[in-house]
């Protein structure tokens, strides 16, 4: 029998607003009914099948790249529809590689820095 994910965890000056911000990113994670609230050491999302996307509170600012990230890949609308939705929320552009050869992805970083990739949407079929 192999391993199945459980939560993704991810370092935070601040869990809390961290969830509320990536609250509004994605739509398959949802806050649950439990209490998180400002101040919290832990906050979190939790996504399809019970899996979860948790801030934990560290003192130490972030200080280098990420050696794992995020990849999001808009539903509804197009990869650069979703890069200046995600602009409009405080997400900041770190690197522009979207391209007209192969479409090419935007990498943007939230409130605190941490970088995550805008691929292009899911083909309609």
């Given amino acids: 029998m192999a391993s199945r994910t459980s939560n993704f965890c991810i370092d935070a000056a601040d869990p809390y607003a961290q969830t509320m911000w990536w609250a509004q990113v994605l739509d398959d994670h949802r806050l649950t009914d439990e209490g998180q609230n400002p101040g919290d050491e832990e906050c979190g999302l939790e996504g399809p099948d019970g899996r979860w996307l948790l801030f934990l509170k560290v003192p130490e600012p972030k200080s280098v790249k ?45 409130p605190e820095g941490n970088e995550f990739c805008v691929l292009r949407e899911v083909p309609a079929s």
């Fill in 66 to 110: 990420n050696r794992m990230h995020v990849c999001l890949r808009p539903t509804d609308r197009t990869r650069d529809e979703e890069v200046d939705r995600l602009l409009g929320l405080g997400a900041t552009l770190v690197n522009d590689l979207r391209n007209a050869e192969d479409g090419g992805w935007a990498v943007l970083a939230d």
